[in-house]
């Protein structure tokens, strides 16, 4: 579909992404004749080759607003065998927004799958369920913390530098101190990457 639903107060009024009238987005239609309430209905994936993966997941956007909505469920094919509901199904209205659904994959490495969006209306006209933007993709693994500073005594008032040695390419920073008896310099403050500060007190500092 694009553009909003048939029925008011249920169904997107424009796709995920581009988030436009014209951007295009599945969707289950419960109002007609006759209403196709308490139905399920199955989008399949083509076989998906997980080989040389390492942390594969399915990542997908659902829009789920009406007042008798029904449940959103994400099965696996592998092996011949059909695993049913992988992620915690999603169930009751989740409001007007599009929102993200992200389901771990890591099972299944070196398998080649396929998955299934499954949606089962509920049990009025006002439970249209879309989805958007379907993808199977690498996740990104967490930054893994670490960093160093230039000496580990020093006086008042004296500037210390911190550098940042974190793995896995963070993007933000948010350097604390305790006590908070500190002073960035030199341009830097608590969101820069590798900050210079001088203590302002004598004492033992926790630095995170």
């Not at 989008?43 to 594969?56: E, F, K, Q, W």
């Not at 896995?168 to 403050?189: D, K």
Request: charged share 10%; glycine share 8%.
């Amino acid at each position: 579909d694009a553009g909003g639903t048939p029925s008011s107060g249920t169904g997107p009024s424009v796709d995920h992404s581009p988030g436009t009238a014209s951007g295009k987005y599945l969707y289950t239609e419960v109002s007609g004749s006759p209403v196709c309430a308490n139905k399920t209905a199955m989008m399949m994936s083509p076989c998906i080759d997980l080989n040389g993966t390492s942390t594969p997941e399915l990542r997908f956007w659902y829009h789920m607003e009406g007042t008798n909505m029904g449940s959103l469920h994400v099965d696996v094919f592998s092996g011949g065998t059909w695993t049913n509901d992988v992620m915690t199904p999603i169930s009751g209205t989740q409001g007007a927004n599009w929102l993200m659904a992200v389901v771990d994959l890591s099972s299944y490495v070196n398998q080649i799958i396929n998955f299934r969006i499954r949606g089962v209306t509920g049990s009025s006209w006002s439970s249209d369920i879309a989805i958007d933007d379907i993808a199977v993709l690498e996740s990104a693994a967490p930054p893994a913390i670490a960093f160093s500073s230039e000496k580990t005594e020093t006086c008042i008032n004296s500037s210390v530098q911190f550098t940042d040695n974190s793995l896995n390419s963070p993007t933000s920073w948010a350097w604390s101190f305790a006590p908070s008896t500190v002073t960035y310099v030199n341009g830097t403050n608590s969101n820069s990457q590798n900050p210079e500060v001088e203590f302002n007190s004598l004492g033992s500092y926790d630095v995170t």
